[in-house]
């Protein structure tokens, strides 16, 4: 009984692996792929920057939307 629960194991181990070549980690790291919060928080994100009408609306120092910084 030892002997199928750890070839079991064994192939569950297995298949777990997985090797990421260079070229591919650059889909790996696009912003497609990052987990976020909220399904909806790239386009709050982007409504919030087109709202504040002004260059810096995600952070930093930034005006009041008028465009005076």
Do not use: W
């Not at 790291?29 to 909806?40: F, G, H």
């Not at 994100?45 to 930034?62: D, L, V």
Request: aromatic share 8%; glycine share 12%; charged share 20%.
């Amino acid at each position: 009984m030892g002997k199928p629960i750890a070839l079991l194991f064994l192939l569950i181990l297995a298949s777990s692996c997985l090797v990421v070549r260079e070229y591919d980690k650059v889909y790996v790291n696009a912003e497609e792929m990052q987990l976020s919060a909220r399904p909806c928080e790239r386009f709050e994100t982007n409504f919030h920057i087109y709202r504040e009408a002004s260059s810096g609306a995600n952070g930093g120092k930034t005006g009041g939307g008028c465009g005076c910084n």
